[in-house]
């Protein structure tokens, strides 16, 4: 207050403590005591009046003020103003440390928005962009690959994209592109399998193909190629219009003596040059269903196969799998020929795999998932790599990866002790010379001590078990 008086930003209408007022408040207490009935009104109507009333009306307040005084009791300068009283004291102190308590404790329990910032964005999935930050964690990936192989699967879609689409009909795309390309395959391994997406209605992908864009509907025919091929592959009907028409082609095509062509058409599988059909197969992603052509592969004697992709989930699922083939075939090769043009790699997954180790190659695709993919959220400036170091710093979370592969029906609940090491990884995640446990403790010591904001501190306890 002695601060203030001093900059004459206030005054003291009595000698009390806490009695100091602003300024203009103290103006408008001096002019209620001269202000007649009705108070000032009119006066700023009249100039003359309204300077009058600015000259003596602070006087005629000083005068009244003075006379009054004459008839009244002297205030006692030892009274104090009932605030300053212990009790009052020791009151506002019980009332500031409760407030206090429920701030940092209650308060950090429970999200304060809609949804938990940390893992949305205004309401909408944060998805995860860059998936393939996770192949730079893996570890002595970056080889060199062998020329020739047994086998070779293509991951369907992602061909028709890569090759040249400069023809005029959909009959000469599949004459003079795709087939001699399927051919040119073959020269250097005996069998290639062409493995195409399905696309189901209300399907979970739905949203993700969604994002990419909707393009024209144009049916498929041999006579009019669409002058905007990739336009064209951003409608689902349209795609799969077109996968089943160059299966067909495929079909009627004559390869040479001893190659064998696999290549699906919805739930089933046309094998040219092969007297051992496949089973259907009612997987929806072309991801998943590669696993299946690899097994399939190795159970007819292939031992070098290559995997032609350009999605890192496909990368994680052949790592989860291999193990599993590793114990039911012996002395065989897996290679990846990631991305295309300048940007491809080839992964040896075998490599990869006695990398990381059985736990860790079984876990991966749950720490993708978690982590944030397609369809899964991503923490807020927490990417692949923060993750990754994290699970190297914190290696126990792998018990907890590895529960919801074997047990996928179990309903997670709080006070688990799966759910105790994923929060102590999240906790590993977001600060990683913490010693808490609990993502609700960790929330309030980033935001009330490292002055984190609510967006860059992990989600809730009951938030974190929903992503779960």
Known sequence: MESLSEKCWVLRKTSSKFSCIPIDQGHEQSNELVKASGGAVGLTENPKAFRRWMVAGPEQARLLTEFESQFMEEENSWCKQHKQGLSAQDLFQKHANSMYQTMTDDFFLHENHPWPPSISEHGKLRLSNRKAELLSCLGGSF????????????????????????????????????????????????????????????????????????????????????????????????????????????????YPSGKQVYITSGKSVICKGSNQPMQDCDHEEADTRICIHLHNSLERGAHNILVSIVDTDVIVLLISVYFQLNDAFSEFNVWVRFGTGNHMKFYDINSICEHLGEVKSKGLPFFHAFSGCDTTLQFLERGKNSAWEAWKAYPDVSEAFLFPLEHPYYILQLGSSEMKLIERYVCVLYDKTTSLCTVNELRKELFCKHSKTMETIPPTQCALLQHF
């Open 143 to 254: 080889v060199e690959a062998p020329i020739t192989f047994y086998a070779k699967i293509f991951d369907g879609p992602a061909v028709v994209h890569c090759l040249p689409t400069k023809v005029s009909t959909f009959e000469e795309y599949a004459n003079e592109v795709f087939l001699p390309w399927t051919s040119q395959q073959l020269c250097l391994c005996d069998r290639i399998d062409i493995i195409w997406d399905q696309y189901v209605s209300g399907s979970l992908k739905e949203s993700t193909k969604e994002k990419r864009g909707r393009g024209i509907r144009q049916k498929v025919q041999a006579l009019r190629y669409h002058q905007f091929f990739f336009d064209f592959l951003q409608d689902n009907t349209n795609k799969a219009e077109l996968f089943e028409f160059l299966t067909q082609k495929v079909s009627t095509h004559e």
